[in-house]
């Protein structure tokens, strides 16, 4: 059984003023399973953000499902955890309890030491525990930005849900997240699967077991489907000479270009 299914979603916003309604998501199938890294990839408005909201239960769909474990998703649930595209702290809180009240309120009947002891570790992970009362507008972009990635992992969730969340970060700060994603979801926690959202390609193939390419109408929501059959650890500098690398890169370009072009 994959630990994620979406079946036949189907997701539109109403038109306003002479504006059309949005067709956004065109019946999406996609299985991920236990332990998968799934990245998402595609232009601008292609629905990446709706499909992730679908997935969390924040938005509900028109038609189709998703089931976690084979249970249907209605709401949200601490089997789930989002890292939001734009920076989502608790800004009169330190970096400290904006992840421990997530871990919290995720673990209700969890004993305090547990709580701190989690926190500890994932703030630790990403190299935040010396800054841990500082307030997120004390700290840089990428710093509240790790800080989402801690405050997902300490919710304990299955499934992590991540939105483009190194997208606004210097290339080498970029590089250091992803090395602590990785850490984290390979080592450290209980969380398995791994959807996550990006605009880069090379982060979408140093990254993810399967790449799903989303596209725009008038072509389907789920244009491809491309597994990255690269062995794990990847090196970032070594991995771009693997002649599996470069394949699922021309591929990927050649894909969106397409997209491109259809949109034109
Ligand atoms: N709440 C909403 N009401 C109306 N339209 C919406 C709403 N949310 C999203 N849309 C529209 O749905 C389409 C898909 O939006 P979505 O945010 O999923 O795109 P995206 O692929 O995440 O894009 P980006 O890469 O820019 O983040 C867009 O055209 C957007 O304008
Ligand atoms: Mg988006």
Redesign the pocket.
Known sequence: MSQLEIDGLHMS??GRRGIAP?H?LRGVDLQVGQGEFVSLI??????????LNVVAGLLRPNSGRVLVGGQPVTAPGPDRAMVF?NYSLLPRLSLLANVREAARSANPQAPRERIDETVERYLSAVGLWEHRNKRPRQVSGGMQQRTAVARAFAVGPRILLL??PFGALDALTRARLQEQLLELWANESTTETVLM?T?GIDEAILLADRIVV?GNPPQPSIVDIIPVELPRPRDRVTVIDDPAYRQVQQRLLDLLHADQQAVA
């Open positions: 916003f109403p949005q956004v595609g232009h601008s408005g292609c629905g990446k953000s709706t499909l595209q939105d483009e959202v605009h989303m």
